[in-house]
């Protein structure tokens, strides 16, 4: 069956699913099935590379390491195929890098036929760490399942044998669980995917050798993430986010420049809104692309427009950018239904997201709002639809006058919360980028929310592009590359081959979801200082 027939077979079962989720009328049911087939005809092919151990490794605690333990290599690989695995019982190999893909390995016979089957635990990780740490009892506020041991049972040797499961690691052991013959683990290995190419830019001699390191790990970050989507993370989640894809995209124009995964992630998302025409935050490809529903996150879906916007930048195509301009359109004018008499935007009842961080909400959101408003506006008028958002273009004023009336401080320089809420670097960051400040007071701001020791912090990679971004508006340059030093680079020196979901620089073990090993070592929203490398070039470079 052709891809089209079965996105089309699969958008009449999805039409009822919509059907039972939706209030209304399917506001895009006419366009849903060759969305749908033009997202699959979008979907690549992936590379698939062999990737061999460097080393066999032991475990050592050590309190000047990343979250107390390290490996020290011990053998060479290639002894693998001589040791007899029914004595060692048990070995641990170092990949040298960060992989995502399917293992593949052979037993082979020492002497002896295979008169059993054989049992091995596998057991993947990230970092040393993730590796040492007993997972049970489980302690981890999401799903045990995801962490990456699996017990296999082997009934042939002299073959080679590919595990089921996909799986991103740099560390993988092997546990010997049963098996009454000698036998040697052969030709062990990872058959890495990623639909990345070659990277298209290149960085200034004269660059600074940890801007070099940062970018080389914000690529490595970007490839991995890089599948038949832009996954958040490819070891935990696994499925496409619009705050990570628009992000992706961005880091991608000045690196791998793959804009027809762009392009089918915009069509998997355009096909997948619900019967109102929300878009949910996140959706999955298989068995058959579906959103996740009842993920409907308002500061996500804001940023569609965003993204098609940077898409119709980078690439020139108005014809998907008119196609798909009903979709963004719809995402900003679903939330203008918030705004408040005075001119500010109500953010009850609704899923905001900035950071992995308690904090308020209402005042950054402002900005959020506003920056959906401008670029949807600019896209509009790039593809001959400004007549439609006339409007909007004065709503931006209205906004940004009234959002400056309530939330910002004069005396302070802050933008702060009526109600109280301590005060966040977020506020002053959706403030410069919203344009409720101007790059004078957006730099007072910043200024002085460092200055307070009780300021609520960004706490993720996520959080802090968008303040190299208001950094970089308030002319800030050499604070944001100091910044990006600090933060990426401070990952760097603590081993990342890929750069993290959360970091922080005072506790290795913080993690949203109460236990460490939970958290993505590998995230896509962490790719961006490739973008800030590039785009700035005379600041980062340098």
Same mark, same amino acid.
């Given at each position: 069956m052709s891809a089209f027939n079965r996105y089309r077979i699969f958008a009449v079962i999805l039409m009822a699913s919509v059907a039972f989720n939706a209030v209304a009328e399917d506001r895009f049911a006419g366009d849903r099935a060759r969305w749908l087939a033009i997202a699959g005809h979008c979907k690549p092919a992936l590379n698939v590379t062999e990737v061999s151990p460097v080393a066999?490794?032991? #475990?050592?605690?050590d309190a000047a390491a990343f979250q107390g333990w390290k490996y020290v290599p011990v053998a060479s690989p290639d002894s693998l195929c001589e040791m007899n695995f029914r004595q060692k019982c048990t070995v641990t190999l170092d990949f040298g890098r960060h992989i995502t893909g399917h293992l593949v390995l052979r037993l082979k016979t020492l002497g002896d036929v295979m008169d059993a089957p054989v049992r091995l635990k596998f057991f993947f990780g990230e970092t040393p760490g993730e590796m040492n740490v007993p997972l049970d009892p489980w302690r981890g506020s999401l799903s045990r399942a995801w962490m990456q041991d699996e017990t296999v049972t082997l009934y042939a040797s002299d073959r080679d044998i590919r595990l089921?499961?996909?799986v991103a690691f740099r560390y993988l052991r092997i546990e010997l669980l049963g098996g009454n013959f000698d036998f040697a683990l052969d030709g062990v290995r990872c058959e890495a995917t990623t639909s990345a190419g070659e990277c298209a830019t290149a960085l200034n001699e004269d660059c600074p050798q940890i801007i070099r390191e940062i970018n080389r790990v914000s690529l490595a970050t970007l490839s991995e993430c890089m599948q038949t989507v832009y996954e958040d993370g490819p070891k935990r989640d696994r499925r496409l986010w619009i705050g990570d894809l628009y992000l992706e995209a961005l880091a991608g124009r000045?690196?791998?420049?793959?804009?027809?995964?762009?392009k089918r992630c915009l069509y998997l998302f355009a096909g997948l809104t619900?019967?109102?025409?929300? %878009? %949910? #935050?996140?959706?999955?490809?298989?068995? $058959?692309?579906?959103?996740?529903?009842g993920t409907y996150c308002l500061t996500y879906s804001l940023l569609y427009p965003s993204v098609l916007l940077e898409y119709l930048k980078d690439t020139g195509d108005v014809t998907t950018a008119q196609d798909l301009w009903p979709v963004a359109k719809f995402q900003v004018e679903d939330a203008l239904g918030r705004i408040r008499e005075d001119n500010t935007c109500s953010a009850s009842r609704a899923w905001l997201f900035f950071d992995h961080q308690v904090m308020d909400l209402e005042v950054p959101f402002q900005g959020a709002m506003l920056f959906a408003l401008s670029q949807s506006c600019e896209l509009a008028e790039r593809i001959g639809h400004g007549n439609e958002v006339a409007e909007w273009r004065i709503m931006e004023a209205k906004i940004?006058?009234?959002a400056k009336a309530r939330y910002y401080n004069r005396k302070s320089g802050l933008m702060e919360s009526p109600d109280g809420s301590p005060v966040s670097v977020h506020s002053q960051i959706w403030a410069v980028i919203g344009g409720i400040l101007?790059?004078?007071e957006g730099r007072r701001a910043l200024e002085a929310v460092f200055s307070r020791e009780d300021a609520v912090r960004a706490n993720s990679p996520y959080a802090m592009h968008y303040l190299l971004e208001a950094m970089m508006q308030c002319g %800030?340059? $050499?604070q944001a590359k100091a910044t990006m030093v600090d933060y990426w680079g401070g990952m760097v020196h603590k081993g990342a081959d890929t750069f993290w979901e959360v970091y922080n620089p005072s506790d290795d073990l913080h993690s949203p979801y109460s236990f460490y090993p939970l958290n993505s070592y590998c995230h896509a929203w962490s790719?961006?200082?490739t973008y800030f490398i590039f785009k700035y070039p005379d600041i980062f470079q340098r």
């Open positions: 066999v490794v032991e #475990a050592q605690e089921k499961r996909r000045y690196s791998y420049q793959n804009h027809l995964l762009t619900d019967g109102n025409g929300r %878009m %949910m #935050a996140d959706l999955f490809e298989e068995p $058959e692309p579906h959103p996740q529903w940004r006058k009234g101007s790059p004078k %800030m340059g $050499e790719c961006t200082p």
